[in-house]
């Protein structure tokens, strides 16, 4: 591998990709120090000390949102509006009909995309500094009192998601791989040190070294299932015109054992952080029924509860179904393979492929869910082991498990993409 790295370097082209891909990972890295305006650092540093789900959301931006910077949101309202166009578009015919319309009907729906992760932008960035500026973290966050500074640090917010957006297209584009997942790679990544520093002062070198094992144990693994695949045999029919044969050959459609990657994550703990996030809002309450029920609620859905990991391993499964259907029928592979002449040896083309791929697709996605949901749930797993203690934050893992899945899930694409490059010009890859 450190020689096709080497490979890679010696050709320009693919020299100066890399080298545009590191420059703007460091001028977002730089941008995600630079503060809203307003911020009282002290208060927000006491915050994050005795916020559990506050650090647990910093992991996923970053480190950006222990700052509060500009980058606070990172490109999560893009990927938000993905999402809900991905599962809004079988629902609206128009949307549908232009996804079937090739390049031009794709651009269209990212156009989409780019105009709904504005008003989403706007509602997260909100929510997020109101939820803040309870605790004293922005004193001046009030539309009443204080409408312009409001205005400005939503606006500010908003400006920095797009930035974001804008430095992942620039990679996209000039340099290798996804740049939108380059930039959560790239925030994720940043933060190992200061977390392998942490655990190392809270827990000794012993449980750095446990967690490290199993940190390389689970990316093993997620490699070996993101790669999983099961190939279902396709054969084309021959057609005759005039002395030429065409079509006859014999090929597969890959289904992948994880079709929906880290999304269900994603959804599960969206769902499971919102009724911590609404109860801790009712805890001051003077009412005491609606204190009372408050806290309730925010110890049952807290991450130091058994109840949370189990119902969040629940979650994980069932959105790892429900994303991977809503995906395979907006791809109409038995009305595609019909259309081009194929059919799989032994099922009716149209509506028995379909079936047939279905069923083969929910018996491989059961593996791949029930594979999710114990990533899910490996912090509280690790708090299970002998001298582990209470490890039952994400936080308190060397990275998330999303993290994992979004780092693995990168790297790999990103070394595909290198070695086609390195393939094209007559070097050996990465990948043996």
């Known amino acids: 591998m450190l020689e096709a790295v080497q490979n890679a370097f010696r050709v320009p082209d693919l020299r100066r990709k890399l080298l545009f891909t590191f420059g703007i990972l460091v001028i977002y890295r730089f941008a995600a120090h630079v503060p809203v305006p307003g911020v009282n650092r002290d208060a927000l540093r006491n915050l994050f000390n005795n916020n559990e789900l506050l650090g ?6 970053g480190g950006a949102l222990q700052n509060f910077s500009v980058l606070a949101m990172g490109v999560y309202p893009f990927i938000t509006a993905s999402i809900i166009l991905q599962l809004v578009t079988p629902l609206i015919k128009s949307l549908e009909e232009l996804s079937k319309e090739g390049e031009a009907g794709r651009r269209r729906i990212t156009q989409y995309q780019y105009w709904l992760t504005i008003p989403l932008a706007a509602l997260q960035g909100a929510a997020q500094a109101a939820l803040l500026a309870q605790s004293g973290v922005l004193p001046r966050f009030s539309l009443t009192q ?8 939503i606006i500010t917010l908003i400006a920095g998601t797009m930035f974001a957006i804008w430095l992942g297209q620039l990679i996209t584009e000039d340099g290798i791989g996804n740049g939108i997942s380059i930039i959560i790679f790239g925030g994720i990544v940043a933060q190992i040190p200061a977390q392998m520093f942490g655990i190392l002062q809270s827990g000794g070198w012993l449980r750095l070294l446990i967690l490290l094992v199993i940190t390389v144990l ?14 279902i045999p396709v054969q084309y029919g021959r057609r005759v015109r005039g002395t030429r044969v065409y079509g006859g050959q014999s090929t597969f459609v890959p289904l992948r054992v994880n079709s929906a990657g880290m999304i269900p994550l994603i959804f599960a703990s969206s769902i499971l952080i919102l009724p911590s996030v609404i109860a801790q809002g009712f805890l001051a309450s003077q009412n005491d029924f609606v204190r009372n029920t408050a806290s309730q609620i925010y110890s049952l859905f807290n991450v130091t509860g058994n109840f949370y990991w189990l119902l969040y391993f629940t979650l994980v499964v069932l959105f790892t179904f429900f994303y991977t259907d809503t995906i395979f029928r907006q791809q109409n592979l038995a009305e595609t393979l019909q259309r081009q002449g194929g059919f799989v040896p032994g099922i009716r083309p149209g509506k028995r492929t379909e079936e047939y791929l279905f069923y083969v697709l929910q018996r491989i996605t059961l593996a791949g869910a029930i594979f999710l949901g114990l990533v899910a749930v490996l912090p509280w797993m690790v708090s299970l082991l002998p001298g582990m203690g209470q490890v039952t934050r994400s936080s308190d893992l060397l990275v998330t498990s999303s993290g994992m899945l979004i780092v693995v899930g990168v790297t790999l694409d990103t070394m595909k993409q290198l070695e086609a490059q390195l393939l094209m010009r007559h070097y050996e890859g990465f990948i043996k």
Do not use: G
């Open 56 to 61: 647990f959301l910093n992991i996923l931006t």
């Open 218 to 231: 689970t990316v093993a693994a997620i490699v070996y299932v993101q790669d999983a695949q099961r190939r």
């Open 146 to 153: 204080y409408p312009l500074e409001t205005i400005t640090i």
